[in-house]
């Protein structure tokens, strides 16, 4: 284990040991700074030597896995999840937006006065990206990092769906010579109910969501046949569908956009940056026999491969800051709207605080006017669903990157 160490100009130094840590404190050299991962800042003025660290980065659409070390040691090692709701809450926004628009008939149309900037990101797309961003400047804020490589990938997602596919056929999909969408899917089809095959005898035919328009869009793997009357007796719960949405290629699709946009901002904010790519991460990580986790792929893309492991790994989460929705979706009686956000702080906690409860670090996830609180970790485990509050010690307040060092050792 290390402590991280800034000097007085809050630049970034080698990390030390805890003992020399505690003796710093003790003597009035230093000063505790930020709890975790714990840092000091030195309050006077000393030498700047510093080794060559390299920091390697398993960029993802879900997990980021970051290892910083030297030649002999990992000075830091972390798996970052990310977030995935944004599309979902955004999508919510958009239906508060046309409901509100169908109460206000006066109000004048807006759909032409919208432009989006040259570069413009799905914000989906932009968050992840500047979270990658945040965890390097983290990062840089507490190990004087000289090097970082980043590894990225690009898919190709028609190869993928066709491996024989080339040439002119990438500009001639399945939906050539197709009107839309759903001409496209009743013809993939053969223009059948896909639960009854025809046994209704119901002519009329609608295209239906396997999972949610809100999350799952308008993509024809998403999209299925379905007879009028299958279709309502589903959505008034009388049948069950046996049926799941095609392969979804999300994830790739942020790789391929994030790819480049990614590592040209690392570009212009550090001076030596170089890629790697997945195949050669595989290669050097079954090599050596080490696990497939995010952070053992960044150990991998580091490439300090004869340095010894760190034994203090960290978990972190980004969340959300706070509720944006002011009221619920349903009106009550009399027109009355209410309100859709809690109170800031209950009994002196607010969401996302860390706190310690019967000596164990944990989280709030949930709190109640009681005074009765879920408390989990980061992994989503669950400390105990109704703990008092006059039990629980705050340790760190709330923040949009929730960090936790895990109790598992790297091997």
Known sequence: MRVYVINQRKQSLMPI??????????????RVVNRTPFTIQLLYSTGESRQDITLGIDAGSKTIGVSAGTEKEELYTSEIALRNDIVG??????????TRRNRLRYRKPRFLNRNK?????????????N????????????????????EVAGFDIQKIKNPDIQGEEYQQGGQLDFWNVREYVLFRDDHKCQHCHGKSKDKILNVHHIESRKTGGDTP?????????????????????????GRSFKDAAFMGIMRWEFYNRLKEMYPEVSLTYGYITKNTRISHGLEKTHAADAYCIAGNLEAKRSNMPYTQKFVRKNNRSLHKANIRKGGIRKENKAPY????????????????????????????????TLDGA????????????LLEMANSLLTERSTALLS
């Open 17 to 30: 040991t805890p003992s020399n840590a505690r003796k710093l404190l003790r003597d009035g050299k230093a």
């Open 131 to 150: 979270s990658h961003l945040k965890i390097v400047e983290g990062i840089h804020k507490i190990l004087p990092v000289s090097k970082i490589i980043a």
């Open 345 to 376: 702080v209950v009994h002196g906690f607010r969401l996302f605080d860390k706190v310690l409860y019967d000596d164990q670090e944990c989280f709030v996830f949930g709190r109640r006017k009681s005074g009765y609180f879920d408390l989990r």
């Open 117 to 129: 900037n040259k570069g413009w990101l799905a914000p989906s797309i932009q968050h992840k990206i």
């Open 382 to 393: 669950k400390v105990h669903a109704s703990a008092n509050c006059n039990k629980l010690r």
């Open 89 to 98: 809450l955004l999508s919510e926004k958009r239906q508060y937006r046309r």
């Open 221 to 245: 793997d998403n999209l299925i046949t379905l007879c009028e009357t299958c279709h309502n007796k589903y959505h008034k719960s009388e049948i069950q569908l046996k049926v799941k949405r």
